[in-house]
């Protein structure tokens, strides 16, 4: 068995825990400098949005041997003072994408492009993306984000309370905040790709909280009824339970993504592959911390606000307290300490050949009987009576 495998085991039986629930300040902490960051980027930077939404003109020339930089050299002064994109696509062709261009500027632009690049005019194929179109296109993607969003709500509520679907709905706003601000600091291009690589990692976020969600409502059944664990307790246990599939699980997603985002589009230049491997990355890493270390927290929060858990918590306080006070006692004074009611070590009473407990007076040190030791209370030798000798052979 794997260290990997046997650290999951003993945390899903509870051997070992981490106390991620009663930390949570510091992952409050982190989460609130990371989301102030990504702001922060947002508005200083802001989005960078692609031609679909922001419109312009697209050119896509047929397969050629000049690289990104000569591309943009050449046609840097005849896309009439807007910001060129330019990417090479997988069959050794070049994308070149010009926002805020209108139909007769695009044609002009077309033109000068085939002699900067010497190439026919015919082997440059234009696309115009009207304004109106990609605001429609922007709508459309927030109407389908806040419909999402409602909908993951109202289930949540049905299906567990509405603590866990304000919680969960808590985390998915922040793994949203830090994926947008991530692509406001890196200035990559937000496209189509990007919309579904959001709703991709919010479902994937989603799925894994839902997993420690559902662990905890099994485990909080009945919860006032005993006197030994809080609800932030079964919490942080419910959230170690599930902690090693957690990981792995986001270990195996990001793989692939990184092999996108890293080798596809840093390595082998696919560009086209940027836009939805970087919304994967960061929204997959995000969703996953999210996940462990922001939404069970955040119940934990919520439920410690009840009524009847705060009676509990009272109940559970004074019970450790009053043990902890035994077992000073009982450390002084030398005594074992009692057996626990709900299931403790089982004593030697009723066990077949057990010996009594001699019962007498406690032996007495120095200090107590004025320097003289008491003489201990012996067991009556019940087979030889009157304290005559032992036999010294068979009785005839």
Do not use: C
Not at 22 to 39: D, E, F, H, M
Not at 146 to 154: A, E, G, K, P, T
Not at 158 to 179: G, Q, Y
Not at 346 to 374: F, H, I, K, L, N
């Amino acid at each position: 068995m794997s260290k990997l495998s046997d650290l999951g085991h003993k945390l899903h039986r509870g051997e070992i825990s981490y106390d991620f629930v009663g930390k949570r300040k510091i992952w409050y902490g982190i989460s609130l400098l990371i989301t102030v960051v990504a702001i922060v980027g947002l508005a200083v930077n802001g989005l960078k949005e692609g031609i679909e939404f922001s419109g312009g003109a697209v050119f896509t020339t047929h397969k050629t041997s000049m690289s990104v930089t000569q591309v943009q050299n050449k046609i840097s002064g005849d896309t009439h003072g807007n910001d060129a994109t330019v990417q090479k696509l997988g069959n050794g062709s070049v994308r070149i994408q010009v926002g805020g261009v209108s139909t007769d500027e695009s044609k002009k632009m077309q033109d000068d492009i085939s002699k900067d690049l010497g190439m026919p005019k015919s082997q440059i194929d234009a696309e115009i993306v009207g304004p109106s179109w990609g605001k429609e296109i922007s709508n459309k993607a927030l109407e389908g984000l806040i419909i999402f969003l409602v909908l993951v709500v109202v289930y949540l509520a049905i299906a567990f309370e509405w603590r866990m679907a304000l919680a969960a709905l808590i985390a998915l706003l922040h793994d949203l905040t830090i994926t947008t601000g991530v692509y406001a600091i890196v200035g990559f291009e937000v496209s189509p790709g990007t919309v579904i690589g959001l709703l991709t990692i919010l479902g994937y976020s989603l799925y894994d909280t839902v997993v420690v969600f559902d662990g905890l409502k099994e485990a909080s059944k009945d919860l006032t009824k005993q006197n030994k664990y809080t609800y932030s307790d079964i919490a942080n246990r419910s959230l170690n339970g599930t902690l090693v599939r957690s990981i792995n699980t986001t270990v195996v997603a990001l793989l692939p993504v990184a092999a996108l985002l890293f080798i596809g589009g840093g390595i082998l230049g696919a560009g086209t592959l940027n836009d939805i491997a970087l919304a994967l990355f960061v929204g997959l890493s995000a969703g996953a911390y999210s996940s462990i270390f922001i939404a069970t927290p955040i119940v934990a929060d919520f439920k410690e606000r009840d009524p009847q858990m705060k009676a509990l918590r009272k109940r559970v306080l004074a019970k450790r307290a009053a043990d902890a006070a035994k077992a000073r006692q009982a450390e002084l004074s030398g005594e074992a300490l009692p057996e626990e009611e709900d299931g403790g070590i089982e004593g030697d009473e009723g066990v077949a050949g057990a010996t009594p407990a001699v019962v007498g007076p406690r032996a007495q040190g120095p200090a107590a009987s004025g320097g003289t030791r008491q003489p201990r209370s012996q067991p009556v030798n019940r087979g030889n009576r009157g304290g005559r000798g032992r036999p010294s052979g068979k009785r005839r």
